[in-house]
């Protein structure tokens, strides 16, 4: 049996529908591959500057990790530095010690009173000598004790009648102590004005 087509408009309507509905899928498929396309080039360049941010951010950490190793090494020898300076301020104190105590011993003895030894264990000094009098060993002992730089001061012995250079004399031994910080540490201006004037 043959099909006869009265309206052929509606057999071109129907083809150009499915043209047209073919066209639209086709350019919805492309425009959604274009506009996927588009949103991956886009999130591969955000992951891109991401990846470039996390890696200066490394390298920025890197750096302050290296700043701080060489940081707490200055720190570590900035402290080596300190006790070397300390242990030098001590070497300096004590080479100084003997000098100052030598120095301030002469002040202390009268004329007429002879130091035959000195004696040193740290802060502690023993004095071995002869006195012409009593006296003069009580006046030694005064100047001991009104020094202030001088502590614990003590005789131990007195012996009568040492025979010395054709003469008696009377031995004695005497201890005291030093304070070095007050000894080594300079007058004040003041008391070197007054004892200027």
């Given at each position: ?129 002869i006195s012409e009098n009593t006296a003069l ?40 102590q030093v304070s070095l910080r ?16």
């Amino acid at each position: 049996m043959s099909v006869i087509n009265l309206l052929p408009w509606r057999e071109q309507r129907r083809r150009h529908h499915r043209q047209r509905f073919v066209v639209l899928n086709i350019t919805a498929v492309l425009g959604g591959y274009f506009i996927s396309a588009l949103a991956v080039h886009h999130l591969e360049s955000e992951v891109a500057i991401q990846n470039q941010r996390v890696a200066y951010l490394q390298q920025a950490i890197t750096e302050q990790r290296q700043r701080m190793n060489q940081l707490s090494d200055v720190a570590t020898q900035y402290e080596n530095l300190l006790e070397r300076l300390e242990l030098v301020q001590t070497l300096q104190a004590e080479r100084g010690k003997t000098t100052a105590v030598m120095n301030l011993i002469p002040t202390l003895i009268p004329q007429g009173v002879y130091i035959d030894k000195i004696r040193m264990r740290g802060q502690r000094f023993k004095l071995f000598g002869i006195s012409e009098n009593t006296a003069l060993l009580a006046e030694m002992l005064e100047r001991f004790e009104q020094e202030p730089t001088v502590s614990y001061v003590e005789i131990h012995s007195i012996v009568h009648g040492r025979q010395r250079f054709d003469k008696s004399y009377q031995a004695f031994e005497l201890s005291f102590q030093v304070s070095l910080r007050t000894l080594l540490s300079p007058a004040p201006k003041t008391s070197q004005s007054k004892e200027v004037g």
